[in-house]
């Protein structure tokens, strides 16, 4: 939940990623049932391994331009 309200998990979150922080924290926390915990920690997990990724697609994007020497505004031309 904290990292909902400080706004930062593995990187800096959105307003969605805000919200789901917030509500999966409240579901861990308000320990209703197994299964609302679990949907917590669930939705905890896919918000890391989305932050995770995200980064990810970036160095590959700034490899690639690097390796192959394009930029992306070469792209947009080659594409018009």
Not at 15 to 25: C, E, F, K, N, P
Not at 28 to 34: D, F, G, P, Q, V
Not at 64 to 80: F, L, P, S
């Amino acid at each position: 939940m904290a990292a909902g309200i400080q706004g930062w998990l593995v990187k800096q979150a959105n307003w969605l990623h805000r919200l789901l922080l917030i509500a999966s924290g409240m579901m861990i926390i308000i320990n209703l049932n197994l299964i609302v915990t679990i949907s917590g920690l669930c939705l905890l997990g896919l918000i890391l391994v989305q932050q995770r990724i995200t980064p990810m697609r970036v160095v590959s994007k700034l490899r690639r331009q690097k390796e192959t020497g394009y930029t992306d505004k070469e792209e947009e031309i080659d594409r018009k």
